[in-house]
């Protein structure tokens, strides 16, 4: 999920440089790397550097922007931008993150793109395993584990909040959309459908600079980033998680860049092994009565999202 401010929406003094904010929730895997990239190409539109502060999703501890003096500096590299964008990935997921954004700015507006649901899931999986969240590199045997992390149980050293493991409830779009619509004004919100973002890049960017009310752009450099990439040797995973508990044991605060290093070696391309037919199935039956809700709420049919492919 994004969320945008406007520069007439008085947020002007509130950041140090006076510049007009605009936010941008949004879900995770969805493209936002992407739209984000491409929004910060628009000289009217400034984008949260970094893209992922995270400062009002206060119930995820993953390592946010808490301070607000903070996270103000986060929207200094631009002048005189007419919208100004946070692209947090974990707002819409956030119980709390809505309510913290509209007492900030009472007409903040919203994008929020969605994806396939199974595929959000998979592919936050291997999000975590990237960056060290996850230990267990089989997603099936990670899935059957939410019950019991969902309870503080088979977390990883590496994970800052056992809620970042829990890839059924991050996907769960039709209960997260529900939530937020209870509290936003419908015409507040733009949604995006990652199948419409990939085949129709160009004009489902347009309708957004349109939403934005910012001037159209053409020469926009649509190149994909941050895609789902497979991990080449899980072992490491589980070792720099054990560096990691070390290190949280011996209270050392200081990062050395190892984590990082070995990510940068541990990834590679090609798409992740394939799910079995039993788990998509499990999946299927998980999602199926949220993908209903989604598609009442935003009147759209979306049962092509009951397999991944």
């Not at 707002?91 to 900030?104: G, H, P, R």
């Not at 941050?226 to 589980?238: E, L």
């Not at 092994?273 to 598609?295: H, N, P, R, V, W």
């Amino acid at each position: 999920m994004l969320f945008f401010f406007q520069a007439e929406d008085g947020i002007r003094d509130r950041l140090v440089t006076g510049v007009q904010t605009c936010a941008l929730p949004i879900s995770p895997k969805c493209g936002t790397t992407s739209l984000s990239v491409y929004l910060s190409q628009h000289p009217e539109i400034l984008i949260s550097d970094p893209k992922e502060p995270h400062h009002f999703s206060t119930d995820i501890e993953n390592g946010g922007i808490r301070d607000l003096s903070k996270y103000l500096t986060c929207f200094t590299n631009k002048n005189n931008p007419k919208a100004i964008g946070d692209a947090s990935t974990l707002y819409l997921y956030s119980k709390v993150a809505i309510s913290n954004i509209l007492e900030f700015n009472k007409d903040a507006k919203f994008i929020v793109m969605l994806r396939n649901p199974l595929e959000v899931a998979f592919s936050f999986h291997q999000l975590a395993l990237k960056v060290f969240s996850e230990t267990e590199t089989n997603f099936e045997k990670a899935w059957h584990l939410q019950e019991d992390r969902a309870m503080g149980n088979n977390v990883p050293n590496g994970c800052p909040d056992f809620k970042l493991l829990l890839y059924g409830e991050i996907a769960k779009f039709g209960f997260q959309v529900e939530r937020s619509l209870s509290k936003i004004n419908r015409e507040r919100v733009h949604f995006i459908y990652f199948e419409d973002f990939v085949k129709n890049t160009d004009r489902v960017f347009q309708n957004v600079l349109s939403f934005l009310n910012v001037s159209p752009r053409g020469q926009i450099i649509y190149h994909v980033h941050n895609q789902t990439r497979r991990i080449k040797y899980p072992h490491f995973t589980k070792m720099v998680n054990i560096a990691i508990g070390v290190k949280k044991a011996l209270g050392i605060k200081s990062a050395f860049g190892i984590a990082d290093r070995v990510h940068q070696k541990n990834i590679a391309d090609g798409s992740p092994d394939q799910l079995k037919t039993s788990t998509l199935g499990a999946m299927a039956d998980y999602f199926e009565d949220d993908i209903q809700i989604l598609s009442t709420l935003l009147k759209k049919d979306f049962s092509k999202w009951s397999s991944i492919k």
